[in-house]
């Protein structure tokens, strides 16, 4: 199905095999797609490493990362904050913690940019095919870099998810530690970007917000909650039912596609009062931006924690952020909710 997104009046063509060899592998990987009974334990796997308590030592990492970004874009006109940001951001970032090179971390944020075609409704045939180049390449460049690291030793996230990947001993399950990360760490190196410059836009955009984060720098985490409930970057999900369901008094059969509106959950104004208004004041309320029930995402806390580490650092008394321009675009026929673009201005103050 995932390969057979392209546009044409035609019949649908399958792609070469040989073609989407790489983009299988990024798919088959991962837990997001697995079944049970692998899908409990690999996901597991995964839920652990992020809990709160263990991705607060990758705080100090982020701030620091945080604080240098803002320096080489106070030295610059204009920053595109998407790329020269966000972007950057999150993949240094993973890149550090991952065992890759800058240079590595470079090229990955560059096979971002192709990656994302993934999220769109439709493709042309040549799209389809940047994107499965873009795929190959990705889990051969962090597959390896992971491998190295993993055997030179001393990266205690890479030991840890080694050592309980051989505790699992199911069919299905990734080949090694490099296709586990490259396959589940994708969100890591892209959607949490997406999720950075939607947090930033609507604080930006807002009239008051900006001020309101530098006078109570805990609103930085309501920013964070209302800025992805309004802008959820991952806005819907498919999936297929493995058995006949009942739910709310609706029988579902075996097989049903069932499409999860995620952003529609985050404005159901049975829930959230005058669910399209900005509020950094509103009671903080987990929402629907991460899924729920047995997939709920295991990255939400780490997303969590760089948004508001990367906000903090933006919003310090002696940075001055603001958007260029009044025109902005949402790319269209996305599951993504992402800008076409993000221009800004950051410069150092003295307040
Ligand atoms: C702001 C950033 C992120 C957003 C908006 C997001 C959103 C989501 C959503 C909506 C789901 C549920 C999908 C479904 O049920 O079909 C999900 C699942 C998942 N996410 Fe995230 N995610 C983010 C960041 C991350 C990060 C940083 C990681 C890993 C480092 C990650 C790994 C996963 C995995 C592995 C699953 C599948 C879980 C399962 O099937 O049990 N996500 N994510």
């Not at 088959?28 to 692998?38: A, D, G, K, M």
């Not at 399950?173 to 969100?187: H, M, Q, R, T, Y």
């Not at 929402?287 to 906000?311: K, S, Y």
Request: contains cysteine; negative net charge.
């Amino acid at each position: 199905m995932a390969t057979e997104a392209d546009l044409g009046s035609g019949p649908v063509t399958k792609p070469d095999p040989e073609q989407t060899e790489g983009y299988g592998r990024f798919l088959r990987n991962q837990v997001f797609t697995s079944n049970p009974p692998l899908h409990q334990p690999y996901r597991n796997l995964l839920v652990r490493q992020l809990l709160p308590r263990n991705i607060l030592r990758f705080a100090p990492a982020a701030a620091r990362l945080a604080q240098e970004l803002v320096e080489e874009c106070a030295g610059r006109d204009r920053t595109d904050f998407s790329r020269e940001f966000a972007g950057r951001f999150v993949t240094r970032f993973w890149a550090e913690q991952l065992g890759l090179s800058s240079d590595q971390a470079a090229h990955v944020q560059h096979l971002m940019e192709q990656m994302s075609l993934t999220f769109l409704l439709t493709r042309t045939p040549e799209q389809s095919q940047r994107l499965f180049s873009a795929a190959a390449t990705y889990m051969d460049v962090v597959g390896e870099a992971v491998r190295k690291a993993w055997s030179d030793g001393g990266n205690a996230l890479l030991d840890d998810m080694a050592a309980e990947l051989t505790t699992i001993d199911m069919e299905g399950k990734p080949e090694d530690i490099g296709s586990l990360v490259a396959s589940n760490f994708f969100d890591g190196f892209h959607t949490i970007g997406v999720a950075i410059e939607n947090v930033v836009f609507r604080i930006l955009s807002d009239g008051t917000a900006l001020e309101q984060v530098r006078a109570d720098p805990a609103l930085v985490t309501s920013a964070f909650y209302e800025g992805t409930r309004l802008e959820s970057p991952l806005m819907l999900s498919q999936r297929l039912t493995l058995q006949d369901v009942e739910y709310n008094g609706v029988s579902v059969p075996a097989g049903t596609p069932v499409l999860m509106m995620w952003a529609a959950a985050n404005r159901d104004p049975e829930v959230f009062d005058d669910p399209d208004s900005y509020r950094l004041t509103r009671q903080i309320q987990h929402g629907a931006t991460f899924g729920g029930g047995v997939h709920l995402c295991p990255g939400r806390n780490v997303a969590r924690m760089l948004t508001e580490i990367a906000v903090t650092a933006l919003t310090a008394p002696d940075v001055d952020i603001a958007l260029v321009g009044d025109d902005h675009e949402w790319a269209a026929h996305s599951l993504m909710r992402q800008l076409t673009a993000l221009p800004v201005t950051i410069r150092r103050v003295h307040r």
